[in-house]
């Protein structure tokens, strides 16, 4: 039971009660009860009946809306101020919850006793509809604007997984590019080289990606003409590839219609400007080789000397040089020529390797490629092995940073 002098004071405070008589505040005091509450208990549910006018003592507690992440908070009320109180005049069910913020003393006072009270004083009925009224808007206002904000962070979340939605399509699309430009990369590599009874073939190719720019071919142009050829593109991605693979269609269709390896850079380098823009540069050497003479007529577009072993062990660089194709509008390569003789080796490759570097950044370099074509020559397949094997030892557990290709021709002994 409510201190009943204390009670009747605190409902003079209540605006809507304000103008009834002594008599009636301590009429209704007496008809009222204290009642305590924990923080965070529930004093009623949205959606409850209850006609009850509850008057905060001590506290403060909380009028939400909604339930879980839709719940909305239309305002907290603290000692002095009072809630419930439209239940008395509809005699609805509860339109928000009430829940206790803090641990909260409250005044409850039964929505008929004062509901009669009112009904003895119409003035003060009609003043308490007017602010009943104004509240009620209040809380529409307060409800709308956190509608407005829950829909606002409803659009923010919803613009975030159409973004992730988006980076996921992307990534799909990038991986499927990457896979196609792979599957185009290794059918442009040969399966298997031409093995002939005084020359030995053997490539391999590594990029440093999915993708790289790096290519080897031999070319059969006759019985015993073939064409050698490594390129390295500028780039990577798809894009690379197909010019990789446009650049290699070129040489092969130019290089079987004659046997010229100057005319064959040259007409390569014009188609591939009538196709595109010189903004991917290919440098390339590209000879033939007479199976049966040994001799090597060749051209170097702008890419790494080639090196040439000897029965001895000497590692001598291969002489010309000349500009890129699809660097420029003009190209500038000189043809020349030379002959292998038993047990020399001719060996082409990209500077991806000799550029890899070991963890302190220091470059494998040309001085230690020529330190492994130095050693015993067994075979074209055994020397690409050991000049990989060295490339890697050398780098370590650095990452690849290049990509990488060889080329070799070997005259047996």
């Not at 990457?178 to 298997?192: F, G, K, M, N, W």
């Not at 070319?219 to 050829?229: H, Q, T, V």
Request: proline share 4%; aromatic share 6%; glycine share 8%.
């Amino acid at each position: 039971m409510a201190d009943t002098k204390a009670t009747a004071t605190l409902l003079r405070t209540v605006p809507f009660l304000r103008g009834l008589s002594g008599a009636d505040y301590a009429a209704l005091a007496r008809r009222s009860r204290e009642r305590a509450f924990k923080a965070g208990k529930m004093i009623f549910r949205e959606g409850s009946q209850g006609t009850t006018l509850w008057i905060i003592k001590d506290g403060e507690v909380d009028i939400v809306k909604g339930r879980g992440r839709d719940e909305v908070t239309l305002v907290t009320r603290r000692a002095g101020e009072f809630f419930g109180e439209m239940g008395i005049i509809e005699g609805t069910k509860r339109s928000a919850t009430t829940r206790a913020h803090t641990d909260v003393t409250l005044i409850e006072v039964p929505g008929d006793v004062v509901m009669k009270t009112l009904l003895k004083h119409p003035p003060v009925l009609l003043e308490t509809t007017r602010r009943l009224s104004s509240n009620l808007r209040q809380a529409d206002t307060k409800m709308i604007q956190g509608l407005k904000k829950k829909n606002a962070e409803l659009q923010r979340a919803y613009k975030a997984l159409q973004q992730a939605q988006d980076e996921i399509v992307e990534k799909k699309r990038l991986e499927r590019e990457l896979e196609l430009a792979r599957e185009l990369q290794d059918s442009l590599l040969p399966r298997e080289l031409p093995s002939l009874p005084g020359l030995q073939f053997a490539g391999r190719s590594r990029p440093a990606e999915a993708v790289g720019g790096d290519f080897y071919d031999v070319i059969p142009i006759r019985s015993n003409l073939f064409g050698l050829l490594i390129a390295s593109i500028a780039g990577q991605g798809l894009f690379s590839a197909i010019f990789m693979a446009l650049t290699r269609a070129l040489v092969v269709s130019e290089g079987q219609r004659q046997e010229h390896p100057h005319l064959v850079a040259s007409n390569v380098h014009r188609l591939l400007l009538q196709l595109a823009k010189p903004t991917m540069p290919v440098s390339m050497f590209y000879g033939v080789i007479d199976a049966r003479e040994g001799t090597v007529t060749y051209v170097n577009a702008g890419h790494t000397a080639p090196l040439v072993r000897s029965a001895d062990g000497s590692v001598a660089a291969l002489a010309g040089a000349g500009t890129q194709l699809a660097a420029s509008l003009r190209v500038q390569v000189d043809e020349r020529s030379t002959t292998l003789q038993a047990g020399q080796t001719l060996v082409l490759y990209t500077d991806g390797l000799t550029r890899t570097e070991n963890p302190a950044g220091e470059p494998f370099g040309v001085n230690r490629l020529k330190a492994v074509l130095a050693s015993e020559v067994r075979s074209a397949g055994t020397l690409v092995d050991s000049v990989f094997a060295a490339v890697d030892a050398h780098r370590g557990e650095a990452a690849q940073r290049y990509d990488q290709a060889i080329l070799v021709a070997h005259v047996k002994d």
